[in-house]
Nanobody, 122 residues
Framework: QVQLVESGGGLVQAGASLRLSCAGS????????LGWFRRAPGKEREFVAA????????SHADSVKGRFTISRDNAKNMVYLQMNSLKPEDTGVYYC???????????????WGQGTQVTVSS
């Protein structure tokens, strides 16, 4: 079992940057695919980015490509989401999740954090 705790959210203006962090527990953390999802007000949870267990392969949603970057540090049991050039449409609750394969569907992930709020003002 993996426990995940997100941090780093906040209120920023459009064009600013934020780095989200997700701390994982459990000896098998390094063996999991990790992903970031977000839920905007009134919308379904959507895929943002994911990274394989070794960190060698990443995937980013088209809406964030070139602006967001996922990375991980298995020695620290951490996964990060660097978010640059933030837009108001990036507003939402951001969730960290772990799973066994690189996927864009929430149902492919088994463990979830509680989420961290990101609000981007125009």
């Amino acid at each position: 079992q993996v426990q995940l705790v997100e941090s780093g959210g906040g209120l920023v203006q459009a064009g600013a940057s934020l780095r989200l962090s997700c701390a994982g527990s459990g000896r098998t953390f390094s063996g999991y695919v990790l992903g970031w999802f977000r839920r905007a007000p009134g919308k379904e949870r959507e895929f943002v980015a994911a990274i394989t267990s070794s960190g060698g392969v990443t995937s980013h949603a088209d809406s964030v490509k070139g602006r967001f970057t996922i990375s991980r540090d298995n020695a620290k049991n951490m996964v990060y989401l660097q978010m640059n050039s933030l837009k108001p449409e990036d507003t939402g609750v951001y969730y960290c999740a772990s799973g066994s394969r690189l996927a864009v569907t929430p149902t492919s992930y088994d463990y979830w954090g509680q989420g961290t709020q990101v609000t981007v003002s125009s």
